[in-house]
């Protein structure tokens, strides 16, 4: 019975980190269409059918590494406290990008919350390591993910954001006229 049960938690932790990304993959399927459509993107990114594909199994291997954790280190009470508080600070992280780029279209904003994300995935990810080898190697492609996301979001923000010309460039553009 004790691996039935097992079973479920390690279900639980998995499932945990797809509630958010199914309800910011509604938030994004929405905007698609529309706004995002209209972005310059880099020649780099990747076509959109790829993104759920690897948010799920990014979710998936999150999921089961903070079951590990939550194992190895006694739960919330034991050593695995601050790697699991981590783990939750991320989480939040990563399920807030979405709502900052797709529902509020903010350019800049998504790409200063991209690089916390990332920072705070890089902590987690030390964190688990040091609890559960394991669990510290599954968060190395959500790192770099995320780290190709952070690059990603700072390029959509510089392409679809008006460059303001400086004096100099001005004057120049005067003189040649």
């Known amino acids: 019975m004790e691996g039935k049960g097992e079973l479920v938690k ?32 880099p020649s780099f990114r990747p076509p959109n059918w790829l993104f759920g594909p690897v948010w799920l199994s990014l979710y998936t ?48 904003w998504s790409a200063v919350e991209i690089v916390a994300l990332t920072s705070s995935v890089a902590a987690t990810g030390v964190a688990f390591y040091n609890l559960n080898k394991l669990a510290g190697y599954l968060f190395i492609p959500y790192f770099a993910w995320c780290a190709f996301a952070s690059v990603l979001n700072y390029s959509i923000y510089k392409l679809n954001t008006p460059s303001t010309a400086t004096i100099e460039e001005v004057t120049d553009e005067s003189k040649q006229k």
């Open 10 to 41: 390690i279900v639980g932790a998995v499932l945990l980190p797809q509630v958010g990304g199914y309800v910011n993959g509604k938030l994004t399927r929405n905007e698609i269409p529309g706004w995002y459509n209209q972005l310059k993107f």
């Open 61 to 108: 291997g999150m999921g089961y590494a903070s079951y590990l954790v939550w194992k190895t280190g006694g739960g919330f009470g034991g050593p695995a406290r601050i790697p699991l508080m981590l783990y939750g600070t991320q989480l939040a992280l990563n399920w807030a990008w979405t709502p900052i780029f797709f529902g509020m279209h903010q350019l800049k």
